[in-house]
């Protein structure tokens, strides 16, 4: 018994010494090539082995024979062993530099391309994470010139819708002043108009920014959805009596929610509004509000013959006007971005669909 501990200790000596240097070296070389780790750690057990077997047969006084035996057996040993360590080190290497590369297209724009070699476990999951940020980037950058485009158009159309009443503007008040103005009060009626529109359109823009900038301040109170659609219904009836269509509200349910009257009442507006201008005469825009699983829906439905589908994503972007021609009552494109934006800020959603004649405005709100 006392043999085996005097040999358990000195193996442990002579290990314990092998891997104190081993641990150091690789501290020294922490930074440099995986190959250079691999070969020190092989280095490490092998030496290891070999400093105990030595010591505990410096301790037993084995024959030089016996000793040179045990000293080529471990040699080939740590000969296998190193080769072993260098050609994985050179292989998990290879695969870091080709995933290294695909890393950097994709950083630099493009897309990335995993590598078709296998991989280790490790850099397997830390492929799949790159290729799930590349999609996320690729995902983050047409979205960004999807808004990128918008604001140009934005900027584009306002520039126009602002410029035209100007230019009227300019020209009644010319007429007034010169005193060549047959009909004054019928000028003086259209100068209003024209303000209040260029009015509408700057407090859009205002409310616009606030929402973009996240500074829009909310006062949520519990209402009735059934009076949120009742109030709205009676603002947007004479719009809807001017261009001849029928609003209809009767699938309204009394269902509670917990929203800023004011906000949502500018919401339910803009989509009345929008669904009445692009009503024709003699058609029909119908208003519901039902309880859903997921919360509170409400609808806009109107008669304006659909949207295309590939302008079904971009209905809520900033600046969207559709196909129809850009000049009053069409508005700067700013009505549903202002909806959408309310109603994130309500932690709802707004959606649109194609439906039988027209389409569907919906915004999902939390249920109170």
Not at 130 to 158: C, G, N, Y
Not at 214 to 241: E, F, I, K, M, N
Not at 336 to 350: D, M, Q, S, T, W
Not at 351 to 366: K, Q
Request: hydrophobic share 50%.
């Amino acid at each position: 018994m006392t043999d085996t501990l005097l040999i358990a200790l000195f193996a442990f000596l002579g290990a314990a010494a092998a891997g104190l240097l081993g641990a150091f070296a690789l501290r020294l070389t922490r930074h440099r090539s995986l190959v250079v780790s691999l070969s020190i750690v092989a280095t490490v057990a092998v030496t290891a082995m070999l400093a105990g077997t030595l010591a505990v047969a410096w301790a037993m006084f084995l024959s030089p024979h016996d000793l040179t035996v045990v000293t080529t057996v471990v040699a080939m040993a740590a000969v296998v062993s190193l080769v072993t360590a260098m050609l994985l080190g050179r292989w998990v290497a290879a695969r870091s530099r080709e995933l290294t590369l695909a890393a950097r297209s994709f950083g630099d724009g493009g897309t990335f391309a995993a590598p078709e070699a296998p991989a280790t476990a490790e850099l397997a999951a830390l492929t799949r994470e790159l290729a799930a940020t590349s999609a996320k980037l690729d995902s983050s950058r047409m979205r960004e010139r999807a808004l990128e485009t918008s604001r140009r158009e934005l900027v584009a159309w306002i520039s126009h819708d602002l410029r035209t009443p100007l230019a009227g503007l300019r020209a009644m008040s010319e007429a007034l002043e010169d005193g060549v103005a047959v009909d004054s009060p019928r000028y003086l009626r259209q100068i209003r108009t024209e303000v209040e529109r260029m009015n509408d359109m700057v407090g859009d823009l205002f409310e616009l920014s606030r929402i973009h900038a996240g500074s829009l301040a909310l006062t949520p109170t519990r209402v009735s959805v059934y009076d949120l659609v009742g109030d709205a219904l009676a603002g947007a009836d004479p719009l809807a009596r001017e261009h001849g269509v029928r609003l209809v509200g009767g699938r309204i349910e009394e269902v509670p929610v917990e929203v800023d009257g004011k906000e949502m009442s500018r919401v339910l507006g803009n989509l009345l509004i929008n669904a009445i201008r692009r009503t024709p005469a003699d058609g029909t825009v119908a208003v519901a509000a039902h309880r859903a699983p997921d919360g509170v829906v409400l609808s806009v439905t109107d008669g304006c013959g659909g949207i295309p589908e590939e302008d079904l994503p971009r209905v809520f972007d900033t600046g969207w006007r559709g196909s129809h021609a850009r000049t009053p009552p069409a508005g700067a494109g700013l009505g549903l971005a202002i909806v959408r934006g309310i109603v994130e800020a309500h932690a709802g959603r707004a959606e649109v669909r194609n439906v039988t004649g027209g389409c569907c405005f919906e915004v999902t709100l939390p249920p109170a």
